[in-house]
């Protein structure tokens, strides 16, 4: 049974930097999927973060991308994210889940999540 | 930047049909999955590649699709089908993942 688990601060002050692990179990980050993180604002719909393959190859979205890095611990078995000059903007929860990936190389559908962490921005 | 609409809200009787619709111009080329989300818990894929149903998920549950329209179809909806329904696709260079603006089923 694949599981993962967000981890990290709950609370980040406005222009620092967000980061967070996701801890895998039952799946080998580095034998297949992608690995990614959405987020949710507070009532709002669900937003792709960004995504990374098993091989190292990162997908961000084009809104996020200048302060955006995801990266991963094969060693550890984790994943993680580092958001850097957060606002209140960026309060929310944050996903991580397993990625499904296209034939043409890029992310796809998310079929295991994480049970989600909610990350405020607040001085 | 790629979009995928989704209707905010659709309200339906209890046994009743409800159809949610997700559009976007690559649709015809990318598949869709559909995501429900109950209140404070993590999404979950009850259709995949369009119209693919996990083995677990409820016969009542079904998708389709007609050009850059993509459906939802839950036949029958019962009480612990009220919930926040997310379409998510791609851009048609499948760069990028896309979500839905999430649509509320209220039973």
């Known amino acids: 049974q694949v599981q993962l688990q967000e981890s990290g601060p709950r609370l980040v002050k406005p222009s620092e930097t967000l980061s967070l692990t996701c801890s895998v179990s039952g799946y080998s980050v580095s034998s297949g999927y992608f690995w990614g993180w959405v987020r949710q604002s507070p009532g709002k719909g669900l937003e792709w973060i960004g995504s990374?393959?098993?091989?190292?190859?990162?997908f961000y979205n084009p809104s996020l991308k200048s302060r955006l890095t995801i990266s991963m611990d094969t060693s550890k078995n984790h994943f993680s994210l580092r958001l850097t000059s957060v606002t209140a903007a960026d309060t929310a929860v944050y996903y991580c889940?397993?990625?499904?990936?296209?034939?043409?190389?890029?992310?796809?559908?998310?079929?295991?999540w994480g049970q989600g962490i909610l990350v405020t921005v607040s001085s | 930047s790629y979009e995928l609409t989704q209707v905010p809200s659709v309200s339906v009787s209890l046994g009743q049909m409800a159809r949610i619709t997700c559009s976007g111009e690559a649709l015809p080329k990318k598949y869709v999955y559909w995501y429900q989300q109950k209140p404070g818990q993590a999404p979950v894929l009850i259709i995949y590649?369009?119209?693919k149903r996990p083995s677990w998920i409820p016969e009542r549950f079904s998708g389709s699709t007609s050009g850059t329209i993509v459906t939802l179809t839950i036949s029958g909806v019962q009480a612990e089908d009220e919930a926040d329904y997310h379409c998510l696709s791609a851009d048609i260079s499948g760069t990028y993942v896309v979500f839905g603006g999430g649509t509320r089923l209220t039973v």
């Open positions: 889940a397993r990625n499904g990936y296209y034939d043409t190389g890029g992310p796809a559908y998310f079929d295991y």
């Open positions: 590649k369009d119209n």
């Open positions: 990374l393959s098993h091989g190292g190859t990162t």
